[in-house]
């Protein structure tokens, strides 16, 4: 298998990419399925997400829901809901754009550390040759909290696949972990985690740091464009019994 | 000052730039010019290389002159020549390409561990509000080599210009000195580092591996097409006295 890591979307990816964006949405959305959630939509814009019917929404603006959402996106705050066949959809500026980098991919999968051996299982069950760790870093740059769960992800690839080869910044991503033997500093002196902090949401960090906590993996089940924006449709997936 | 490092180079640079090629133009270069030598033109081609006149002809295929060309691109090798008032052409695929994304920058200092020291005081002294440590990357992917030097810049910039703010990729670059307290073992590791060692060019890797062994920092003086192949021409800069 090969295992590539791009610590920012290049693009070009054929196989199964797996989208890591640790802080927060790749960790609130296996949240939002454990709850029972049906189906998650992930755009950028607000105005669409609301005239989207029949969903609840979430998302936030300087840590709070804007007007009329349903809720924010803290997972430390998601974690109680029943969502018992609901659908909702995500207000999310960065990972929108960074799906738009991935499509073309035979399997798109939204990752963190919260389900990193479910997405790794997964992953290999998918991928014909090879899988792509894709980070979706920080205001446009790369950020530790995905390069770590990368790492944390290639480790994990080839400790069950012997054959795997690294290429890219898969190597960089595993080194990483030897500065970070326990996640949350990662998470906590990266960029994403100081904006958190600066928002006073401490506490979605350590949940954030959790890692393999849910065997849940959201799976894109489509994309469609809505007045020329995207939206970007995930379902719940789960590996098959090894 | 603020204190950006991109892992791979992204574009929009207007104040200084610091290209990092640890493995190996950014180590050669320094080298050349404390042989004495008066000018490094860089580009990717051998055949405009072969047609400038009067210049001493560098580069390296697999490893090896290609046919013509008076010297490879081995520090060990070239440590010893005497280049006096002599100019060169360095034919090299990654670190042209590299410069091609950050023209348009007042100042493109060239760096790797090898002038450590010194670009980080010349870096200081030319910068009016920020500075990019660009890092070159291989084949396309960042790579350990160049993000542990702007990890060693980074710091070193923020010792000494106590008022840094470090944004982009800059903080990931510094957590990788945890991992790897002794520089050589991030080379030795790295994708460009095993390149060299499958050509079995170890004795490089030891060589890019010094620290602050030189007070050269190689500058761009201009850049030209010729038959639409850029070459980029570097002299030799020295920081004014501290």
Redesign the interface.
Known sequence: MIV?A???P?GGYLDVVVLIDTLRAGTVAPILFERQLQELALTPSLKLARALDGRLLLGEREGVPPEGFNYGISPAALRGLDLDGQRAVLVSENAPTMLSRVQGARHVLLASLYNAAAATTLALQLAEARIDLVCCGF??????DD?LTAGVLASEIARRAPDTEF???A??AV??????PEPLE?LW???AGHYLRRLELEQDIGICALVAHSEVVPAQVGAELANGTPVYRFAAQRAAPV
């Open positions: 590539n791009d610590l920012l290049r205001g446009g740059a790369e950020d530790l390069t290429v890219g910044g190597g960089l080194s990483l972990l030897r500065a970070f990662a002196q990266s960029r």
